[in-house]
């Protein structure tokens, strides 16, 4: 079953945080993800927006964990933790039928 990957922050130092995209993309893809939403100015209908949202498809949990857990990705996932505030990340699965 599909998974998604919901993250939203906000930039807060951006010279730090250029070196994430061209670094995560590639480890991304060795994990099969899809992104699905890379928003630098997303609105909010309720509560507060933050400065990026993106929805990345994995197509599984494993798959999801493997990315996030591993080894290549702490220091890329290091460059976004120092560079952002307000930082949210969930999972979430795929919706397949009656609410769980």
Do not use: C
């Not at 609105?43 to 290549?72: H, I, K, Q, W």
């Amino acid at each position: 079953m599909a998974v998604y990957v919901v993250a939203t922050y906000d930039i807060v130092a951006p010279k730090a945080y250029e070196p994430y995209v061209p670094q995560v993309m590639p480890l991304l893809a060795k994990y099969g993800a899809e992104i699905l939403v890379a928003d630098f100015g997303a609105r909010a209908l309720e509560g507060t927006a933050r400065a990026v949202t993106v929805v990345v498809r994995f197509e599984s949990e494993e798959a999801a964990r493997g990315f996030y857990d591993a080894p290549e990705y702490a220091p890329v996932k290091q460059i976004r933790i120092d560079s952002t505030a307000n930082a949210n990340m969930v999972l979430a699965h795929e919706f397949v039928g009656e609410p769980a």
